[in-house]
Every structure is written in C-alpha cells, then in structure tokens.
C-alpha cells in the first residue's frame, strides 16, 4: 500500500530477518482500559428479539447471498466455493487515502522524507488527522447500541525498519506511529435472521441449518470484536484492519463500522482513495483461506497469470509493475545479461518448469522452503523492467543504505507470498497487491470475491 507497504511483516530475503505485528488485541483492550487517558464509548446492550432467539444455529448464505434484502452481490462468482470462502476465509484490508499534502510530502524518496522538517510535517500532519479521525469515529460509536470503542496510539506497525516507521522514531516527542480503533460487543445486522414474505418456513430453515459459519458465532452472541488502525505511508494515510471474514465485513457491525467510521469521515477531512496513488491489497490468511495447503498457495501463483485480464477488464486492479508485478504477465529483464528484455513465452516457460516441478508435492512448510529457494531465484533474475529502473526503489535504496532492490523484490510481486516465513500460524498469508484503492465497502467487496476467486476450491 502506498507504494512500500508490507503489513504487517516485511521479509527480507538474505537475511532470514521478519518482523511480527503483536495482535495481542485482549491483553491491548485489558491494558487500555486500565489507562483512564483513554476515550471509551459505551451504550447499552439491545434486547434479543425472538427471530434472533431462533436464528442462533448461524447465518447461512446460498448462491445469491441470502435471504435478507440489501446484501452485497459478487461481480460474477456466484457458486457454492466462492460463498464457502466468504464465510470461512479471514481477510485483513489495507486501504488507502490521500490529499494534496500527503501526496506532496509523504515522498517515495528515501532522502527527502529523511530531511527533518519533512518528518516533523509528517508528524504533525499524521497525528492532526488522526485526532479528528477520532473524534469522528467515537461520535458513530454513539450510534451503535451495545459497542464499546476503544482508542489507543501504537507504534508504527512496521516498526524501525520501515521507511516511515524510522521517520517517527526520529522526531523528538513522538507519541503516534499508528492509532488504534477496537470495538467489542458487535452484533449481526438487524433483521439479518427475518424469513422474507416470499420464502417458506421449511425453505428458510433449510438457509439456516444448510452452510456453517464459525466467523459470525461471535457476532450472533453480541460479541463481537474488530479493530482499523491509521498510519502513515510513502504518498498515503493508510488504514489496516482486523483479518476476518467476508460475511462479518458485510453482514454485521462492522459494516456500519467501515461505512460509517472509516468511508464517510474520510470524505469529510477531504481524503479521496486516489486510484493512481497507493494501493488497496487484500490480505487472506493461510490457514482458513488456504487451508494451510502450500499446493493451493502455489496453484494461486499460477492461477493470478490467467486472472490478470479479469483484474484489468472489472476496473478493480492496478497493474503497477512496480509495486505488484505478475510473473510472466508484466515485462520483465535479465538481470545476469544486461538488462536484456525477456519474451511473455520465454518467461512463462521458467515459471511453468518452476511449477510443474513443486505443483502437488509441498507436503509442509520444508518443502514449501525448498520451492521459495528457487522461487526468489528465478525472481532476482528476472526483475519487472520497472522495478529495475524504479526512482522509487532507488530512493528505497538510498534510505536503507542498500546496493540494490533485490532483497525487497519476493514482497513487491502482484502475489506477495512472504508472509507464509513468519513463524506465528496466525500472522501467515497471502497479500494480493494489484489492487487499486478502494472507495467504498462495494468496491472491497468486489475485490476481495475477485482475490478469493483466483485461489482453487
């Protein structure tokens, strides 16, 4: 996201180096609530009607997306394994906004966002616009019956190494890295469990009993719980949320939460989702999207090559070759010779023999190591034309003080599968990269029908 994004882990190849975001969000909301500097928003609990009493066995959808009224459509993936992965599969969202300043100021180069009246500015930009975040957000809290929000400042989630992470690490008096929205006590939408006047009671019960649910228990309970964050990156505010499912984001409180806490203050301070600035990938986790199969994750490798043209034809991805290029599907060099343009066939052809010779046989994580060895190495060989000749990774470079991009470059593919080395099972996933920024929860919906698509049944 923004164009040098890896939430909330960046791998480093050649070092064997990860970082690893603490999602402790308990012992955080325990401490928190300890500490009376931090705002808290309660309201009371609502009454259970009798049609919630009844729908306790879980929301089920069928192909259309269920009985209620008003639930979001998929662009064209209706089918039984598509609704499987809505319901299942935990997603995290990355999104980004911008304005006329952080366009100006939050710089891809590495030396000038290091010069300290930019990070000051930086700063001071940051925080300004997360305080009035905040007053927003606690003023829609008011509106949700039964919900508490807690408001907390963290430390940039990339940490030091992070291009803006260091920035704030290096301004006396720092306070905010990235600041913190978490809700519990969240319910199902009202009315989500009603039967329609046009469906039998036998029908309805069928809807009810024929898919599972694990995501939504919680929420069905009124106990439900989501965080969002906002912070800064390289041209954008960027905003990360809580991994969950497709159903919770849509069917839930958390709706109203992105509609109402993210979307529409955002408009309201004048931040726009530029498409042509930053970036909205999808983030889905390893063990409830993939089923912690490496074959599936190697087989959405291969899959993303033939989505590239869907991406481009549903106006949703961004086909930036240097943040998110495709394997053969972008334009690609010879590292070794030259700098020497390499043919779509001649570069499909290296991957397939790649593929053919893992595809079905990563039992584990060892054998998935074995295939990330030559993985990396077909990579460094052959970087994308742009990220080769990139200002933005010069200026990367001369931030870190590296000789070239290459450690960097099994992050910025348009499948970024790094993540899947962090040792923690909860922080491993797939980031898909070549989305543009979202501008509502329709066009993340979308997004995300078209990234759960792409990975095998």
Known sequence: MGDFAGKSEVLRVGNGRTSSVNRQNQADLKSHRDNASVGIVQRQAPQITDNRLKAKKRLRMNESGGPQSGVLQPMGYE????????????????LAFNNDFSKKHFSNDGAKISASH?????????????????????????????????????????????????????????????????????????GLYD??????????????????????????????????????DPAVYELQTHHTSWQVMNQTQVADIIDGAIFAPAAALGLTADKGVGGGQINIDFATGFAADYNKVLKTLNNAEDKKGVMEASGLGEDNDINGPYL?????????????????????????VLFKKYDGLLAGKDEWGVFVEEFVSLLRHYPSARQRYSDFLNGINAFFGVDDHQDDIFHFQALNVGHLENDADEAKRVEFRDFKAQANRVEISDAVDLALSIIPD
Not at 79 to 94: P, Q
Not at 329 to 345: A, L, Q
């Open 328 to 352: 053969y599907k972008s334009r690609r060099v010879d590292f070794n010779n030259g700098d020497s343009p390499v043919d779509e066939e001649v570069m499909k052809g290296y991957w397939l």
């Open 195 to 232: 039967r329609p006047d046009d469906m039998s009671e036998s029908d309805h019960e069928d809807w009810m009993s024929s898919y599972e649910s694990p995501e939504l228990k919680p929420y069905e309970d009124d106990a439900g719980s989501w965080w969002w964050g906002i912070t800064a």
């Open 118 to 190: 930019n990070l000051v500015q930086i700063k001071q930009a940051a925080t300004l616009l997360a305080t009035q975040w905040e007053g927003a957000a606690q003023v829609h809290a008011n509106t949700l019956a039964g919900v508490t929000l807690v408001v907390t400042n963290e430390a940039h989630p990339q940490g030091d190494e992070h291009i803006f992470g260091k920035a704030f690490s290096e301004v006396a008096g720092v306070d905010y890295g990235r600041k913190k929205f978490t809700y519990t006590g969240l319910s199902v939408k009202d």
């Open 79 to 94: 089918n039984a394994g598509l609704n499987a992965k809505r319901r299942k599969a935990r997603i995290g969202l990355e």
